[in-house]
């Protein structure tokens, strides 16, 4: 076990406790923290600061959840070096690192598994992958990150946005450096992951257009609903070949849309094919025992010798879709002037389909769904309506049916 911090020592106490669900008894032979004095020590798991020791142990798995780039990248290569197979958790590292890694593992003839990476609780990657209906998927929509959906409904539930991610950090969903969460690198992280299973192409993450939820208030949440829809965190992405459409952020999501009902920390995923075929999984996606379960899991599978995830097979071509957009114009006056705010979106040709007034902070607020338009014309369309009728213009993508 290289890590023992939340998720380590929630996989060492799994382990230890031998649940009937696994079909395989799993001990640790070793863990590697940096610091033996400063941890809260597992019985019966031998603590080392040298990887020596691990590698040496004879593991006939390593798994890697002490989580970032580095030092877990090269002990992850080594590992695969020594032919060992490797488990991670390790979204970062493998959004970052994933191809590299395949690679390698591909070159050792070991397996490279990280099942738990995504959407922890509900083991689906595996599961798709050996099926042909994989090969057929073109798009994907979900929920990834259970502390900005937590916020996100803790906020329409009349809470405010510190005390739920105060709430989120204790019930450990959230990641040690939580703007990962809030500012949707966590969810984007993993969008890259998927993108590199479902096609087969190595993706940046920088590649892919992100926003945070930090800048959603309470009433764009309110008039969501006076819309028809509700603001989720999301990701969502449609392909053909190496060429992907693609953005993590907060959106607009109508009511029908079937993860709409997602809220908590749950997390979702709907992949279609370009038939009309829908799957959808929800599940837990956060939390140290879920992630445990999961990794254990990944550990009796890594040790039969299957399947296992391969490298891309091209490097991937990635753009921001079209969609409409919901555009929170926040004027001077009590009353919003929707009429003169509507006219000036339309001449920038960005046409408005409905609208919802109220108010936010005092002022005058209307919020306006658009037609589809791509990023760059609703933000220079928002900059006119900002400059020429003194408001302040806000906008979120909206997720398509
Ligand atoms: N911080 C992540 C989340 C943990 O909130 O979903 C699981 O990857």
Redesign the pocket.
């Known amino acids: 076990l290289l890590g023992l911090g939340h998720v380590g020592s929630a996989i060492a106490a799994l382990a230890l406790a031998r649940p009937a669900a696994l079909e395989r008894t799993v001990s640790i032979t070793c863990a590697l923290v940096r610091d033996p004095g400063a941890r809260v020590r597992q019985p019966g798991v031998p603590l080392t600061t040298n990887p020596r020791d691990v590698f040496e142990g004879g593991p006939e798995v390593i798994v890697e959840v002490i989580g970032g780039l580095d030092p877990a990248r090269s002990l992850v290569l080594e590992a695969l070096d020594r032919r060992i197979p490797v488990v991670t958790a390790n ?1 970062s590292l493998l959004a970052r690192h994933g191809n590299e890694l395949l690679t390698a593992a591909r070159q050792a003839g070991v397996p490279l598994r990280y099942e738990a990476s995504v959407i ?1 609780g509900v083991p689906f990657l595996d599961t798709l992958a050996r099926r042909p209906l994989a090969s057929s998927l073109s798009s994907l929509s979900g929920i ?4 900005s959906n937590y916020i996100l409904s803790e906020m329409e539930r009349g809470s405010d946005y510190r005390a739920a991610l105060a709430e ?1 950090q204790r019930r450990g ?3 040690p450096d939580p703007s990962k ?1 809030v500012e949707g690198i ?1 969810a984007l992280e993993k969008l890259t992951i998927l993108l590199r299973q479902f096609t087969a192409s190595d993706v940046s993450p920088d590649a892919i257009e992100v926003t945070g939820i930090t800048r959603v208030s309470r009433e764009d949440l309110v008039h969501a609903r006076e819309l028809g829809g509700v603001i989720k965190p999301v990701v969502h992405a449609s392909w053909s070949g190496h060429e992907i459409d693609a953005f993590a952020g907060p959106a607009w999501v109508p009511r029908t849309h079937p993860l709409a009902s997602l809220s908590g ?1 749950t ?1 979702g995923m709907r992949l279609c094919d370009g038939a009309g075929t829908a799957l959808c999984f929800t599940g837990p ?2 939390g140290p025992r879920v992630t445990a379960i999961t990794v254990l899991d990944d550990v009796i599978e890594a040790t039969r010798g299957g399947w296992a995830p391969s490298p891309a097979t091209g490097r991937a071509r990635v753009s921001a879709p079209a969609t409409r957009w919901l555009v929170r114009a926040r004027g001077r006056e009590p009353r919003p002037d929707v009429t003169s705010f509507g006219d000036r979106l339309a001449s920038c040709g960005v046409g408005i389909e409905r609208v919802s007034v109220g108010d936010a902070c005092g002022r005058g607020t209307a919020w306006l769904l658009t037609h589809p338009c791509s990023r760059d014309r609703v933000e220079a369309a928002a900059s006119t309506l900002a400059a020429a009728a003194g408001c302040d213009a806000f906008v979120l993508r909206t997720l398509e049916p």
């Open positions: 979204k922890a990834l990150n259970g502390t989120a969903f959230a990641e969460d966590d920390p997390n996606g956060a």
